[in-house]
């Protein structure tokens, strides 16, 4: 499984890549964190100092961030449910919840319970009952967690693995600025940050993975500065007699969010808000989303949807290539 995670996110990140001229200062680094490979790239004089910080600060925040982690932070909350956490762990939560104000919930960190129960995280793949469905969801609802400075406090468990790559890639970013780099390529898990501009100049192409075709691209966007981070249905799932089931699970039902969508895009200067907003947003399903992205026009976002049209926010129609049916959501 790694093994097939890790071919496809190197093809995301070299997608992410137009031809540049070559750099002979040019540093790169990639290691296995947050439960994906990371790829990053940097070019420069102080590009290997800030590669180097860069790894650092991932591998720490993993540690914390990690639910499966004995020894992590999160891993302690979910087993006591009321901890004084780090500053780091409670930024992250807040967050995270701010997020799920400005989704309405369909962000939410909560849904722990939730993916245990379909298998999501060990593979064992299953179609839960209802009735327990219904029970876990009892307990679930980022309106249940209250964080008082550094106290947190929470009925469910927490899940930080639709955030925590965008939260890291802030990090990086801040990292790369202390240094002084002026060009770099990360992909965290294919959380892309595209960090100045190439080498030689001009904007980076990010490649949108094709959710049908995922060993190809069905579009890309030109950025500089920007964060862009793409939820697809297409990176867990199972089928059972015949029923096609992903992993973006809806908070309001517990069950996947069925709304013709395959993937979200989203582009934003923030690596927190554009992971927590592609999930989001995919709930959200196009009409909400929409309405969501009206009221936001400094997001930039790309959906894909089952017969692969590509519907796009007006700020990329200048930035936006593909050869996919495409139409501007608003």
């Not at 179609?127 to 469905?133: N, Q, R, S």
Request: proline residues 3%; aromatic residues 10%; contains cysteine.
């Amino acid at each position: 499984m790694k093994k097939i995670i890790f071919t496809l996110t190197i093809m995301l990140f070299l997608s992410s890549c137009s031809p540049i001229n070559s750099a002979k200062d040019k540093i790169s680094a990639d290691f296995y964190a947050m439960d994906t490979p990371m790829v990053l790239t940097a070019y420069g004089d102080n590009a290997k100092p800030a590669i180097k910080a860069i790894k650092t600060e991932i591998i720490d925040l993993d540690k914390k961030f990690d639910r499966k982690n004995e020894d992590g932070e999160l891993y302690n909350f979910n087993i006591n449910g009321k901890v004084l956490v780090s500053d780091d762990l409670a930024d992250i939560i807040a967050k995270s919840v701010e997020i799920s104000d400005l989704t309405g919930g369909a962000f939410d960190i909560t849904v722990s319970a939730i993916m245990d129960l379909w298998g999501f995280y060990d593979q064992n793949y299953t179609v839960p009952d209802d009735a327990l469905i219904q029970k876990k969801l009892e307990k679930t609802g980022y309106k249940h967690i209250t964080l008082d400075g550094n106290l947190l406090t929470a009925i469910s468990m927490l899940d930080l693995g639709g955030i925590a790559k965008g939260y890291a890639s802030d990090r990086a970013m801040k990292i790369l600025k202390s240094y002084g780099v002026s060009s770099a390529i990360l992909s965290l898990g294919g959380n892309i940050l595209a960090y100045g501009t190439r080498p030689g100049g001009g904007y980076w192409n990010v490649g949108i993975e094709d959710p049908v075709q995922t060993d190809k691209v069905i579009a890309t966007v030109e950025v500089s500065d920007k964060f862009v981070v793409t939820s697809g249905t297409y990176q867990r799932f199972f089928e059972k007699d015949g029923v096609f089931y992903h992993h973006i699970i809806d908070p309001k039902t517990g069950y996947p969010a069925d709304n013709g969508l395959t993937s979200v895009s989203v582009i934003a200067d923030s690596g927190t808000l554009a992971d927590g907003l592609s999930t989001g947003l995919f709930v959200m399903g196009l009409e909400k989303a929409k309405e969501y992205l009206m009221a936001h026009p400094e997001i930039g976002a790309v959906f894909i949807d089952r017969d692969s049209t590509v519907y796009y926010t007006p700020n990329l129609s200048g930035v936006l290539k593909t050869d996919a049916k495409k139409t501007a959501l608003f």
